[in-house]
């Protein structure tokens, strides 16, 4: 579990994240979501540490980051699992050898049982039959599906991706979604995802964030982002047709039952 308490930062002398709080839990995918600019990239980069706050706490299982030294920082982070919006495999590399980096770099096992664990996350992802091909020879869905493999070599408690379907079409971003969720549930991690789809708002939103100017201005689950009365969520939420559709008919059967 991930608490955020009360953070705020700045930027000369511009208040980007104002008092936030909020709990990412175990076992479920917390989803932030927000416009461009709202502070939910800056939010991501507090969490994870990339930015220190100007105040406030980010308690990891209990561990305030916002306390800890390099060498904390830094044990703290071999728990961390990230999947960059551009999955930021190595073009030198296989999948399979972009799978075992992470594992060479921290594991103390054995280098037959890191390759044993490469070949069981690629498996993982389906991606069995991939290992020995290069990140230019393979599509986007699966660069996404290696990049997961990657992210979980290390068998993470806690898991942050930011824009996972950035660039996939609608099908593949189902999947990645769906693939996410059952890793995330599975292993019981931490999921914290930054994103702008709605899709994967409404596919596995367990828990969402909405950031809005700098402030959390709304949290509930995806059953509960389809009634919100909060104006600043649905502006965003129904932008397009689709969702204001959607919410349309969620009110007329809320009618009937009635």
Known sequence: MIEVKNITKSFDGRMVLKNISTVFEDGKTNLIIGRSGSGKTVMIKNIIGLMRPDSG????????????????????????????????LFDSMTVLENVMFPLDMFSKDSSKERLKRAEFCLDRVNLSDAGHLYPSEISGG????????????????????????SGLDPKTSLLIDDLIHDITIEYNMTTVINTHDMNSVMNIGDNIVFINEGVKEWQGTKEEVITSNNKALNDFIFASDLFRKVKEVEEEELKENH
Do not use: V
Request: charged letters at 25%.
């Open 57 to 88: 706490q980010i308690l990891y299982d209990g561990r305030d980051l916002t306390s800890m030294n390099k060498t904390e920082l830094k044990s703290l982070r071999k728990e961390m699992g990230m999947l960059f919006q551009g999955s930021a």
């Open 142 to 165: 699966m660069m996404k599906r290696a990049a997961i493999a990657r992210a979980i070599a290390l068998n993470p408690k806690y898991l942050f991706c930011d824009e996972p379907n």
